[in-house]
């Protein structure tokens, strides 16, 4: 049903004020990386942060608990090397990633057609309701998150039509590509400190990316689980059939996309 004119005016109030913020943080953002240093900076980003934390606060109907407050959260912390979360993060990539979640809470509002008839508009409860948001923020590349969501949403929708060779190979692209964006972020030196292999990472095989990512602490043990048919999915016989559909049971299906999300926690602790 249509909304009712009070509900969208406080939609158009609360957008129209994220607007604002974003446009204060990307302000800063600029500022920051000219002199991260400069103590009138420094007391306007955390002016900024303050504002934003009382704006999120209100939208998540001060539960820690709501999506979009643990997003806020997560956007002040660095992961160490062992993989967990830790205080830390720099600056400019606070503010980036505060307004990488200013832009979710605007995205979600902006969707709304409907309140399901409700005369009070209730912030939190209606983001609630919404769309988790996207599940690879904590991607470096930008570029390559709309195509791992629309992969991940794909690997369950084969799964659910017993599609397991789809399911499977989906799954372990999404998890080889996530691990790689984390490795070539992690650099050269730190990887060959850990005794990686020379030469490119495109050019390592699929069990080595993961190995070398358990080595330099990005992810844990949880690809111990990995089924043999995901580790050599990539690869195919002279008839291009060695991992045919026949091959591949509704267990690994299962288990590699179980295998997935353990890695994708590793990677971002906070989601």
Known sequence: MPLDESVRTQIETYVTHLHD?????????V?????PSDPATMAATRTWQEDC???????????????????????F?????????????PPTDIVSRLINVLEQAIATLSAMEDTSGASEFSPASALAQA?????????????IRPVLE???????????????DLAL??????????VTDALEVKGPDALAAKGAPAGKIADWSFHMRLTVAEKVGLIRGGCARLPAIARSYRDSGSDGESNSKSNVSERDARVTGQVLNVI????????
């Open 53 to 75: 934390g009382v704006t999120i606060n209100q939208l998540s109907g001060g539960s820690k608990s709501h999506w979009l407050a643990q997003s806020f959260s997560g956007a």
């Open 169 to 178: 190979r989906t799954s372990c692209g999404i998890l080889e590509a996530i």
């Open 131 to 143: 769309p988790t948001p996207r599940r690879f923020e904590f991607v470096h590349n930008a570029e």
């Open 21 to 29: 913020l974003i446009r204060r943080g990307r302000e800063l953002g």
């Open 77 to 89: 912390l660095m992961r160490a090397a062992d993989g967990r979360a830790a205080e830390g993060a």
């Open 150 to 164: 629309q992969a991940y949403a794909d690997s369950k929708r084969a799964l659910e039509q017993a599609d397991y």
């Open 264 to 271: 994708m926690r590793d990677l971002y602790p906070t989601r």
């Open 31 to 35: 500022n920051l990386s000219a002199d």
